[in-house]
């Protein structure tokens, strides 16, 4: 654990940057966003939480540097939460005229790093309050905003100083989620130090499925967990939600500057999706047919070609928002090899389907 700190005068909020800097792209971006913050906002102090060991100099660019190296990643669901109906799968979905593709993710892989995410909240408030500040406003180390959307930020941190939360992309979304769950985007958010007394750092998955039952949410997507945390202080407090997706609210500025490697990151790199297939939204699956999705949603250009064992090929290309299925009988061990071409990037996967693993298949897809 290291602390560097300058001396300096209390100011309203602490900001807070967050992130594993453990190489030179990741550094590079985050100091692009100290240097906007710093500029923007001349009169408030910055904190720079680390959760790699090599600060690489950036501790003497922040008002107070944080380094955090244990934590963890949480392991498999306990059987029990599984069993007994608790848990929440984590699953993706993209909506259609046509239908709704879905993509249930697997247990571990994924969003495994959850208990590191809510461990940088707390951990950023007890320094925040440990250092003078009731209120912390916590930025992704790889945000980065437009010019004159960043003013607009100022007039929220305005409002901000006399609440206990501000909150972007609160919402509730997803066919299947428990109908008591909300989630929010966590790219920044503000919060004072009464949003996080009473919590504890998490040290193992004992810890995580402790505070799972207290917060009603059993699962690891963190948009969902950080959200329920919230949740248990709402009723006492006061402050702004702000609803739909934050980029929509910020269209101009930049999310996600640096792609972590990865399943979460490749949830929807297969073109195409190979698919069960439902027509009475989710009751039923069809036991001899799989639907073949192509989709371009993020890219300005994509190519495939997909080749089989049994006479099917197609090869093409998809302009950004594009997309078409294509619905398949199930016969024997059906073999695809696939490649697409996304921003001079190859990707290849092979997969065989047959009616014994067709169920195993992570995406379905709902016809309307």
Not at 304 to 317: A, I, L, M, P
Request: hydrophobic content about 35%.
């Amino acid at each position: 654990m290291k602390v560097f700190l300058h001396l300096c005068c209390m100011s309203d909020f602490l900001f807070a940057i967050d992130g594993y800097l453990s190489n030179y792209q990741r550094v590079s971006v985050c100091d692009e966003l100290i240097s906007q913050l710093r500029k923007n906002f001349p009169n408030q102090k910055i904190l720079l939480l680390n959760k790699h060991n090599n600060s690489f100099g950036l501790e003497s660019k922040v008002d107070y540097y944080f380094y955090y190296g244990d934590g963890f990643m949480v392991g498999k669901t306990p059987n029990v939460i599984i069993e007994d109906g608790r848990y929440s799968r984590p699953y993706v979905f993209y909506k259609t005229d046509a239908g709704t593709l879905e993509n249930w993710l697997p247990d571990v892989g994924v969003t495994d790093h959850v208990a590191n995410v809510f461990n940088g909240f707390l951990i950023s408030s007890n320094l925040g309050k440990m250092f003078g500040y009731e209120r912390v406003f916590r930025i992704e180390y790889d945000m980065f905003f437009d010019d004159e959307e960043i003013l607009e930020l100022k007039n929220h941190l305005e409002k901000f100083k006399n609440e206990d939360y501000i909150i972007f992309g609160k919402r509730e979304e997803g066919h299947w989620k428990a109908k008591h769950l909300t989630q929010m985007d966590l790219h920044f958010c503000g919060f004072s130090n009464i949003m996080f007394e009473g919590f504890n750092v998490l040290k193992n998955d004992n810890d995580f499925w402790s505070l799972s039952d207290r917060i009603q949410y059993w699962g690891k997507f963190t948009e969902y967990y950080m959200s329920m945390v919230f949740e248990t202080k709402m009723k006492k407090t006061v402050g702004t939600e702000y609803p739909g997706l934050v980029r929509d609210r910020f269209p101009k500025s930049s999310f996600d500057r640096i792609s972590s490697s990865g399943l979460w990151e490749n949830r929807w790199l297969d073109v195409p999706a190979i698919c069960r297939i439902s027509r009475d939204n989710g009751k039923t699956e069809s036991p001899d047919e799989l639907l073949l999705f192509y989709r371009n949603n993020d890219l300005d250009f994509l190519s495939f070609d997909v080749k089989t064992n049994f006479g099917y090929k197609r090869e093409g290309k998809l302009s950004r928002n594009h997309w078409s299925y294509e619905i398949l009988p199930v016969n024997g061990d059906m073999v695809f090899d696939c490649l697409s071409v996304q921003n001079n990037k190859k990707h290849h996967f092979q997969k065989t389907v047959n009616k014994k693993n067709l169920i195993e298949l992570n995406n379905r897809f709902l016809i309307n």
